[in-house]
């Protein structure tokens, strides 16, 4: 079950990678599919500021090195967005 999982998911996010990068699809879906893939990072990098938060409360140095990792996750992730569509 999880291989399926895993398997429809990346079909999907290949698919909208690959189509927000293609000359061949139209603007405006190609600005749906990049804000589409925004919002999902954001969400992911989201989830993990909350839960380095979450453990910033029990232990101070495993949630500074969550926030830490989820910081340095943002910086490369915005380079590599930079790169790619800009």
């Not at 599919?33 to 232990?59: D, N, R, S």
């Amino acid at each position: 079950m999880d291989f399926i999982f895993e398997l429809i998911a990346e079909l999907i996010m290949g698919t909208v990678f690959e189509a927000s990068k293609s000359k061949r699809v139209p603007k405006p879906l190609r600005y749906f599919l990049i804000a589409l893939i925004i919002l999902f990072f954001a969400a992911v990098f989201g989830l993990i500021f909350f839960i380095g938060a979450l453990t910033l409360k029990k232990t101070v140095i495993g949630g500074i090195v969550i926030i830490a990792f989820g910081i340095l996750m943002l910086i490369l992730g915005i380079r590599k967005f930079r790169k790619t569509y800009l």
